[in-house]
């Protein structure tokens, strides 16, 4: 079994439509969670961490739930520009070393 | 501020030759890492510097060598490069080191890595 799990999609949505994506992880003790994300032939980059009170940043928001280990990001009124692959990462240790799943891909449609 | 930085971009190699690919930061980063990213693998991680002077085996050690030549660079070699190595190859570095949570990791926009 994978350490963290993501369905690989694609997810193809119109314009507008708000979308959610879910990460599963099989380490109960995972310290820290984080949603990356990453462009076509380009290299990841932080879309946002996950605290364990779920957090919002404008039109995304990330859930955590420990007690079932896993984590949500919902992408509210999507854009064409939200097109991308939606890395799930998990810090499973102290030493910053990141797990991270396979990815999902987001295609928004006009 | 160019960030991380890693070149080359693009290489092919016939099995069995050798390389080294470079990476450098200038974000004054304590820890640096090296990842391999093929098709529906994720990004799986080779080797990691928490800090100057220090390098440790991640997930996929095997057929890779690591330098950490100063705070800035962190260096990958392949001794005898294997078709199986055939891979995207990101370099990525983070502010702190050891137990730090929720400590983001920049990455380098990638080298492109062929073997035949």
């Known amino acids: 079994r994978k350490e963290v799990e993501q369905d690989p999609g694609p997810f193809n949505v119109p314009e507008g439509a708000t979308v959610a994506f879910n990460c599963t992880y099989s380490n109960s003790a995972s310290q820290s969670f984080f949603w990356y994300r990453q462009d076509c032939r380009k290299e990841p980059k932080l879309l946002m961490s996950v605290y364990s009170s779920g957090n919002e940043d404008g039109r995304f928001t990330a859930q955590l739930n420990r007690a079932s280990q896993y984590i949500s990001l919902l992408i509210r009124d999507s854009k064409l520009s939200d097109s991308a692959t939606y890395l799930c990462v998990v810090n499973t240790n102290a030493g910053n070393m990141l797990t991270f799943g396979g990815g999902t891909r987001l295609m928004v449609k006009p | 501020n160019a960030g991380v930085t890693q070149t080359p971009k693009f290489q092919v190699l016939k099995t069995g030759q050798s390389m080294t690919l470079q990476c450098a930061q200038d974000m004054n980063h304590n820890s640096m890492y090296w990842y391999r990213q093929d098709p529906g693998m994720g990004l799986r991680l080779i080797y990691y510097?928490?800090?100057?002077?220090?390098?440790d085996k991640g997930e996929v050690p095997n057929g890779y060598n690591v330098s950490r030549l100063n705070k800035r660079e962190f260096s990958l070699r392949l001794e005898s490069a294997a078709p199986s190595q055939t891979s995207v190859y990101f370099c990525a570095s983070s502010r702190l080191a050891g137990r730090t949570m929720y400590n983001e990791q920049f990455f380098g926009p990638g080298t492109r890595l062929t073997v035949l």
């Open positions: 510097s928490a800090s100057e002077g220090t390098t």
